[in-house]
């Protein structure tokens, strides 16, 4: 009778334990559910934004400009010269003002 019920527990812990594993297993699996649709509508949005903006690209005019009038290719180069001299001069203050606190702080 001993032997019996101790078989009759370890079955029945046995059965419990299967129970709360499967239920665990399950609640795992619709979470993961849950999150494959989630990927799947961001992924969708993401294509969508893609679209979007390759249909908002402006085609850049590469063309050949041998014969073409000097004076926009002048302004368009002087233009991004200017901007380059912008970005320089910035960058120098930064790295000016980086140099004084590095000073201030080995000094």
């Not at 795992?28 to 893609?50: C, I, P």
Request: charged share 30%; proline share 3%.
């Amino acid at each position: 009778m001993l032997w019996f019920s101790v078989w009759t527990i370890l079955v029945l812990a046995t059965l419990g334990g299967a129970f709360l594993l499967g239920r665990r297993l399950w609640r795992s699996v619709v979470a993961l559910g849950r999150e494959l649709s989630r990927a799947a509508d961001t992924a969708s949005q993401l294509a969508d934004r893609v679209d979007e903006l390759q249909a908002a690209r402006a085609a850049v005019d590469t063309g050949p400009t041998l014969f073409a009038d000097p004076e926009p290719l002048w302004e368009h180069w002087a233009e991004l010269r200017a901007e380059a001299a912008d970005r320089r001069a910035e960058r120098e203050q930064r790295r000016a003002a980086t140099r004084l606190r590095w000073r201030a702080y080995w000094s």
